[in-house]
């Protein structure tokens, strides 16, 4: 069968493998005598569990607090390691070298004076300093691990700060205060701070968190329960211009994220609800929620390429959602202990802060090797054509074909949003000749030019006069029967009648071969034919009844 009788072949072994052809893609070559051998044996083993990089626990003395920061590599930083029985205090270094083979290094270097328990720390690319905030109204600057954390300077301020975050496209550093945000300037070399503005909040909540990853480069200023948005009005002015809040909770907000794909904007609480907003203006500000983790949210963040949402749970669970329905996909335990904090370094690598420890992990995402077709698919099959050449055909509910690279799932073309589609009972796909017939529950045939994306209607056949007889079910075949035929569009109808048209002759014949609907239709791929004998192959099926039937033309 050279159209869509073959479905996506996935074996499951404990998580899910691709197929052999598939598996055996990127390995190494063989021997010419084990070449077949190899290919009819070897498998890849997907597996969805986390995978550790790395992890290193100090129970039972706590975790102190950690510092991400990218330069060639990624570094981790945290101060005041104090071990039992000794005065010494250590800084403590990991340098994650994402190169063939993943590994991190650890180093400790002692420092003479010991601090306060640090509250908050950022680390400012231009300068190479880190800025941290102990909870003593003052500003500690020190260079980063190429001074070897030399402390440069304390700055004094006079209110306690509850937060801090660098915004590198402005080179300003920024910190929440109750009811306000304020901005610093770094004097060159990072040995000063100054105060640039004081922008106050339209309430005067605390300011407990400040996320940079707004819609337009704006930011997002967490305020207890109220979540608002604050924009550039020049290069150095801030300006808040919104606010989300819920008239259902007023319990304060730990993290939050946009999603511009979908048009929602999503915040986490410390209660362990997730809470949803629409970004467009014309809809009121009422939030939706539901309840995703049983302690506070430290961590929620959109996928928008494979339409999931993750959150992450002080009791040790990252959760994977539908980012529409709302439905849970996956749920992984990350740590035993409590989890403070958790954070993506790129698409698929994470590290965690927790109670005692921290962990740097991999994310599987074998999934999104696949394109999201921004709906749910109705139907998944693959199209093969010779030994080389294969695509992967899906449609989804919205009515909408769609073709994508079997290897890396990347969108080729789909066919135009017509209403219409929306009925679609079956389809069939001539590869030569990039046709695409479709039936839409009624006795015509829609043949689609799918050499345009997208992928318009090229003409209409049809079939029958009785409008009650609708296709139930469509099958293409290219056989080698002479006499100017090209290919056969085979259709299954309602009433137990067959169908027969050559394409482009426009030769219809038909025949009743069962007494109820024929709800499947394929031909037998491979199966002998001949030129002289002009037989062909079917294989329909009919409720639980199925039959070959071999016809003459």
Not at 251 to 277: D, P, V
């Amino acid at each position: 069968m050279a159209s869509l009788g073959i479905l996506l072949e996935m074996k499951v072994l404990g998580g899910s493998s691709l197929s052999q052809k598939e598996a055996t893609r990127g390995e190494g070559a063989s021997s010419a005598s084990h070449g077949k051998e190899d290919i009819l044996h070897h498998e890849i083993v997907l597996n969805d569990s986390l995978q550790v990089v790395y992890q290193e626990s100090r129970y039972p003395h706590n975790m102190p607090p950690i510092c991400h920061y990218f330069l060639n590599f990624s570094y981790f930083v945290s101060f005041s390691w104090v071990q039992t029985g000794k005065k010494d205090v250590h800084t403590v270094l990991w340098v994650y070298h994402k190169i063939d083979q993943p590994q991190v290094e650890k180093r400790e270097l002692t420092k003479l004076n010991r601090m306060p328990p640090v509250m908050a720390l950022v680390h400012t690319d231009v300068h190479r300093v880190l800025i941290a905030y102990c909870g003593d109204m003052i500003l500690q600057i020190f260079g980063d691990h190429s001074s070897g954390f030399k402390e440069h300077c304390v700055v004094p301020y006079c209110f306690s700060i509850s937060c801090l975050a660098y915004h590198r496209r402005t080179g300003l550093l920024l910190s929440g205060i109750k009811g306000a945000v304020v901005t610093w300037v770094s004097e060159q070399g990072g040995k000063g701070l100054h105060v640039l503005q004081i922008l106050h909040m339209s309430g005067s909540e605390l300011v407990q968190g400040i996320n940079l990853d707004g819609p337009e480069n704006s930011l997002l200023a967490m305020c207890e329960s109220f979540l608002r948005i604050i924009v550039w009005q020049s290069h150095t002015k801030l300006v808040e211009e919104r606010t989300f809040s819920s008239p259902t909770c007023d319990h304060s907000l730990a993290c939050c994220c946009t999603c511009l794909s979908e048009g929602y904007r999503f915040g986490g609480n410390k209660t362990g609800q997730m809470q949803i907003w629409n970004l467009d203006p014309s809809f009121e500000q009422r939030s939706l929620s539901f309840q995703a983790h049983t302690g506070p949210v430290v961590l929620v963040q959109s996928i928008a390429k494979i339409h999931t949402l993750l959150t992450a749970g002080a009791e040790g669970k990252l959760k994977e959602w539908h980012i529409t329905s709302g439905s849970l996909l996956h749920e992984l335990n990350i740590c035993e202990d409590v989890l403070y904090s958790l954070q993506f370094i790129d698409d698929s690598t994470f590290f965690c802060h927790s109670q005692y420890s921290f962990f740097l992990y991999h994310m599987s995402y074998f999934y999104q090797l696949f394109n999201n077709c921004g709906a749910s698919p109705h139907r998944l099959q693959r199209i093969h054509h010779g030994s080389n050449w294969t695509l992967m055909f899906c449609r989804t509910d919205d009515g909408l074909f769609h073709f994508l690279c079997h290897i890396t799932g990347n969108f080729l073309f789909l066919t135009w949003p017509f209403s219409s589609l929306d009925k679609a009972a079956s389809s069939a796909y001539d590869l030569e000749n990039k046709e695409l017939f479709a039936t839409m529950g009624n006795v015509n045939v829609i043949i689609f030019d799918t050499t345009k994306c997208p992928s318009m209607p090229k003409y209409i056949l049809q079939i029958g006069n009785d409008t009650e007889d609708q296709i139930q079910c469509l099958a293409y075949e290219k056989p080698s029967l002479g006499q100017g035929i090209e290919g056969l569009i085979f259709c299954g109808h309602k009433s137990g009648l067959v169908s027969l048209l050559c394409q482009h002759n426009f030769v219809h014949v038909k025949k009743y071969l069962h007494s109820g609907p024929v709800l499947i239709i394929s031909t037998l791929n491979g199966s002998p034919t001949s030129s002289r004998e002009n037989t062909f192959f079917l294989f329909l099926w009919h409720g639980s009844l199925h039959a070959p039937v071999r016809g003459h033309l």
